[in-house]
């Protein structure tokens, strides 16, 4: 659903927004910009690359004082993913 899409993308410009606070120690902000997505299946693997882009194509223009910091993390179940 669009929303559903919409309400995700607000989440992730929330996280990088709190990780810009400059009270925050570079442990808590890669605390912030971890992202886990689960399910090693085509949406979930799908959905990991977009984040991906996301971040490295848009969001580190306007946050590149983190860019560093984020990491994503792919989670499956079984021994393989796309399987």
Known sequence: ???D????RRSVLDCFEK???PNLSEEERKV???FVVV?????GVEFAAELHDFVCEDLV???PAV???VKITLV????????
């Open 5 to 8: 899409a919409q309400r995700i």
């Open 67 to 69: 860019q560093n910091l």
């Open 19 to 21: 990780a810009n606070l």
């Open 39 to 43: 399910g090693g299946g085509p949406t």
């Open 1 to 3: 659903e669009v929303e």
């Open 76 to 83: 499956q179940s079984g021994d393989h993913i796309l399987n």
């Open 32 to 34: 912030i910009l971890h």
């Open 61 to 63: 223009r306007l946050y």
